[in-house]
């Protein structure tokens, strides 16, 4: 059995940060261990620029912002092992790995789960119809396009209008296929309004709201999709059914945080986020075991998932250097027309970042953050998306130890 | 004339709306942008009305690497209308392996301010 400080589960952009920031506060027995052949995690198959704006002030593919970070770890010579995945994590932070060599075994004094996320598939939606070839979530379109460079299809229908999908629909059309139409069963879109722009608008690729695939037909590949109409309640308008030919059909509809780990580790999750329920710390109620980016909570851009995973590395060192953080007893709550707030936990005691997104999207609203009768912080914003992440730095002026507090949106 | 926009400078998206018109010959008024919370904002409105530019990415071929394929990216946007010209420049390259991230492709794509640079490294395999 091999023993280290830290234990990083995942080398995507939130377990490299994090690495990199440990290491800058003196925490130097790292362990990165990573289930694919290189470091990066899911950027490396998005090819497209719009990364690191806020980070850099540039716009760079998501390769390179990638390869940023993993030049930091290999310029302070930090340890990973690729091809290796962790397969359990004990609530005494006893993490085992399967890889070439077999197992392996790190008794670690914290453990950082960074695994990222997955998507949603077709069995989560139970789509009826046949089961033919073509049927494919976007990343795996994008992962074949990308890293394979094998084409997908020739005339393609997109279910969901997230980001991915409407990346994918643009890629898609530059490589030479056609892309029918996104069509998306809410009546909002749930990507960015810029890649509605600049990945459909600019390449005259319509986008259905309140529609959904409801058949699907075709023996070994993929011959046809039905599209129909839903109501208010989500369901399908009988005789508004739309056969539609075509060769491939592309999932976009959403990602969930990969936690069977933490889960297995003994780690309550939120309902909401589904990811683990943190402190400030971003320590789950495990102490000692710590979580930031896609795993925590699905982000839209990668900035915002570096800057967590180094907020994480402070808690997370002084968990090592101390065997223990303060105590975090006040709640945070979603009120209001908030989805999620994060973290659920605080002190009450130091600044934190509030994360949250709102329920629906909303216009000329007031973002109200509460501790009893007491207001934190009020706002006012133009516009509120469920697909824009809000995060709003809290003073701990403003802050008590007792009673619970709630974020909320109003009209 | 009015017309909508969505800024796609910044994952931010602010609708804009420009008040503007068209002279005969052919010279722009811009009479009123609103909407945007930053100057690139109103930056990107008036491209959009005389010279609408995108950034490219995607991938070229390349021979002996771990991949078949390195992804590339403009470094600066080109007219919308030569972007599948420009797709067309990048599938007619192929390079030789190893190829290293930055490396310049082509320079000066279709004559035009923009260099097609290579944004990952390809080892040999
Ligand atoms: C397809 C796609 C397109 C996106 N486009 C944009 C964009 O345009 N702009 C932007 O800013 N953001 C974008 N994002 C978001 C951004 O890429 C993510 O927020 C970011 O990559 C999340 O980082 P992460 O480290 O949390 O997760 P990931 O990048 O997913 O990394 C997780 C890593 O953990 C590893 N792992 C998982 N389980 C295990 C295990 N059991 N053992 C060992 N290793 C494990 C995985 O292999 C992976 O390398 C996109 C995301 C996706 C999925």
């Known amino acids: 059995m091999k023993y280290a400080d830290v234990v990083i589960v995942g080398g995507g952009p939130a377990g490299l940060a994090a690495a990199v920031r440990l290491y800058d506060m003196g925490i130097r027995d790292i362990l990165i261990l990573e289930r694919e052949h290189s470091l990066g995690g899911i950027l490396r198959q998005c090819i497209h620029d719009g990364f690191g704006l806020t980070r850099f002030g540039v716009s760079l593919s998501g390769p390179e912002y990638a390869s940023r970070f993993i030049g930091e770890v290999e310029k302070r010579q930090i340890p990973y092992i690729t091809d290796t995945t962790v397969i359990e994590i004990t609530r005494d932070k006893l993490v085992t790995a399967a890889g070439e060599a077999g197992l392996l075994q790190v008794q670690a004094k914290a453990v950082i789960l960074t695994m990222g996320c997955r998507e949603r598939t077709r069995g989560a939606l139970a789509i009826p119809g046949t089961r033919p070839a073509g049927v494919m979530t976007a990343g795996v379109a994008q992962a074949y396009i990308n890293l394979q460079n094998r084409m997908i299809g020739k005339e393609v229908v997109i279910l969901g209008s997230g980001d991915i999908g409407m990346i994918m629909a643009r890629r898609l059309t530059l490589e030479g296929a056609h892309v029918i139409a996104v069509f998306e069963v809410m009546p909002v879109a749930s990507g960015l309004p810029r890649n509605i722009e600049q990945c459909l608008n600019d390449y005259g690729i319509p986008l259905y709201l309140s529609h959904t695939v409801t058949d699907i037909k075709g023996t070994d590949r993929l011959e046809s999709v039905t599209i129909s109409q839903v109501d208010d309640h989500m369901q399908p308008i009988p005789g508004t059914e739309k056969e539609y030919a075509c060769d491939t059909l592309i999932l976009s509809v959403g990602l969930i945080p990969e936690n069977e780990l933490t889960l297995g580790a003994g780690a309550s999750l939120d309902d909401h986020t589904k990811g683990a329920l943190v402190d400030e710390f971003y320590q789950s109620d495990i102490p000692g075991i710590f979580a930031a980016g896609n795993v925590l909570h699905v982000h839209d851009l990668v900035d915002f998932v570096s800057m967590e995973a180094e907020a994480l590395a402070e808690g997370a060192a002084a968990y090592v250097r101390e065997g223990s953080l303060p105590e975090c007893l006040v709640s945070v709550t979603a009120g209001d027309n908030v989805g999620h707030a994060l973290p659920q936990k605080v002190s009450g005691e130091r600044d934190f970042l509030l994360s949250l997104r709102p329920r629906r999207p909303m216009q000329d609203v007031r973002l109200k953050v509460s501790q009893g009768e007491n207001i934190i912080l009020e706002r006012k914003m133009k516009k509120v998306l469920p697909a824009e992440m809000i995060q709003l730095k809290i003073r701990k002026e403003k802050l008590s130890r007792e009673g619970s507090i709630t974020v909320s949106i109003s009209q | ?125």
Request: charged share 30%; glycine share 6%; hydrophobic share 35%.
């Open chain 2, 1 to 125: 004339m009015q017309r909508e926009f969505t800024c796609i400078v910044c994952p931010n998206g602010c609708r804009i709306t420009a008040d503007y018109e068209k002279k005969e010959d052919g010279s722009l008024i811009i009479r009123s942008v609103e909407g945007q919370t930053c100057r690139r904002g109103e930056e990107y409105v008036r491209q959009e009305l005389t010279d609408p530019r995108r950034t490219i990415a995607s991938s070229a071929a390349v021979k002996g690497g771990e991949m078949p394929l390195c992804s590339v990216r403009l470094t600066a946007p080109v007219p919308k209308k030569e972007i599948f010209r420009v797709m067309e420049a990048i599938r007619e390259i192929t390079m030789e392996a190893p190829v290293e991230e930055g490396t310049v492709i082509l320079s000066n794509v279709l004559g035009y301010d923009a260099d097609l640079i290579a944004t990952r490294t390809v080892h040999k395999a």
